[in-house]
């Protein structure tokens, strides 16, 4: 399965107000799981706005991570 880890101020991608929004959701629309980091949204105040994807934990998303053979980062 493909993830869309999204972590610090990455978050921001998924909440409402995004300018990349509607190209994450059909990414999502076609099976890719985008999960966000549940500490980096509270910390940063935008749990209510998460717009897709869902709320993550660093064991989930290390584990998405550690889980495949590939991993891009910018």
Same mark, same amino acid.
């Given at each position: 399965m493909t993830h869309i880890l999204l972590v610090n101020s990455a978050v921001t991608l998924a909440c409402q107000?995004?300018?990349v929004l509607e190209s994450l959701t059909g990414l999502a629309g076609m099976g890719i799981k985008i999960l966000a980091c549940g500490t980096c949204l509270r910390h940063l105040g935008? =749990?209510? *706005?998460?717009? $897709?994807?869902?709320?993550s934990n660093m064991v989930a998303i290390v584990g998405a991570m =550690?889980? *495949?053979?590939? $991993?891009?980062?910018?």
């Open positions: 107000g995004s300018p935008l =749990t209510e *706005t998460l717009t $897709v994807g869902e709320v =550690t889980a *495949t053979t590939k $991993v891009l980062s910018p």
